[in-house]
């Protein structure tokens, strides 16, 4: 029962932050990949996948859960589909850097999720350039995220030690 409660809040989370946009062509600049990240970080490498593919179902059933409150299977073959694939892998990818206990080490954490969000981008702008083209998708799929994934691979890390300093006993 807890299990399916935590799902059910990341899947939230997740559609949440997709909805915390900066407009931008043709990739809007989101709150999506916070939220991801802590869903692998926070559950594990299965669950945090298992909640993203969730997601994404949702997503392609036509719920509003994708940026700007779009939803529909054709987002996850759409120009920004790479991205949305991608959140899986990263999910997983950061479940299984918390267990070995590296996101809560502020540096190690946050060069690692740096890291998945840069596949993320790299995955994202690989299939954004079959639109667009590789300069472009480069140019407008990846580069402007690059400070924005550090950030937000900060306040991962940031979530993961208070939930660390809770758990301590004083």
Known sequence: MIRALQ???????????????????PVPMTMQTF??????????PAWGTLVVLAYLAAGA???PVF?????GAQA?????AGYLWSFPIAA????????KDWLTRPWLGVGWLSVLHLLIL?????????????GAAVRDGAAPFLIGAVVKSALVVAVLMARERFRRPA
Do not use: E, K, N, Y
């Open 76 to 80: 996850l073959w759409g120009p920004t």
């Open 7 to 25: 799902i059910a809040a990341f899947v939230l989370l997740i559609a949440l932050a997709a909805q915390v946009a900066v407009p931008m062509v």
């Open 67 to 71: 940026s700007d409150g779009s939803g």
């Open 92 to 99: 997983g990818l950061a479940g299984w850097a918390a267990r």
């Open 122 to 134: 790299a995955l994202g702008a690989a299939w954004l350039a079959r639109f667009v083209g590789p």
């Open 61 to 63: 059933l036509g719920l």
């Open 35 to 44: 939220a991801v990240l802590l869903a692998g970080a926070w559950l594990g």
